[in-house]
Each structure stands twice: as C-alpha cells, then as structure tokens.
C-alpha cells in the first residue's frame, strides 16, 4: 500500500519509524572504539540502520545502556527495509568476574578469621 505514497512521503515514514526504533532500545553494539544503535534484535540475530552500520562481521560486544551483556561473533546476512541484518555464529554471556573452577557450598564461609599471636 505505501508503493501508491510519493517518494518524500515514503522516505518520511521510515525515516520516522527508525527513529522510533532508536529510542525504544538501549541496545548497542561496539566495534573497537564505534557504536552502534541496535534497532531490533532476536534469537538469532539482530538488525541496524543500514545507512549507517557497515558490514561487519567478526567479534563485537553487545550492551544494554552501560551494562555488557554479550560477546558475540557475527555475520552481516542480508539488507530488507533500510535495515542491515546479522546473525550470531556465537554468542557468550559477558561476566563481570571470573568463573570459578571449584564448587562452591551454599553455607561455606565468605572469610575466615584467624587470631594472630604475637
């Protein structure tokens, strides 16, 4: 239906609805030292602004506003409605500290205290 819309009145509307996009999500990724807005994101993948996002592919860091959720290493696929999409070949959850190597008991003590004689 939008193909019987003039030209300027088409490329208002999706200039309007990727504006709408950016300010629902938090969601960015980063690639070095550039970030991107991610307009929509899904299982396997997700989509931004094709005008201003190049090709990546490899390793990027997925964020929630300042919280880092995952590593991911993606793949550009296809470009459909002014937006780029990726896919995730993987994906990791980012952790603020390191796994443990051990298995920790749910009553083990958090320090023990030692009494020093002198």
Do not use: T
């Amino acid at each position: 239906m939008l193909e019987f819309l003039p030209k300027e009145v088409r490329e208002g509307l999706d200039a309007a609805r990727k504006k709408d996009l950016k300010k629902k999500s938090k969601l960015r990724i980063r690639v070095n030292e550039e970030v991107f807005p991610i307009l929509d994101f899904w299982d396997g993948g997700f989509s931004l602004d094709a005008e201003r996002a190049p090709h990546l592919r490899g390793l990027v860091d997925l964020y929630d506003g300042s919280r880092h959720l995952y590593q991911c290493l993606i793949i550009a696929s296809e470009e459909e409605d002014g937006q780029m999409k990726y896919e995730f070949k993987w994906r990791a959850e980012a952790h603020d500290k390191a796994p443990l190597d051990f298995a920790r008991e749910e009553n083990a003590p958090v320090a023990l205290i030692e009494e020093h004689i002198s």
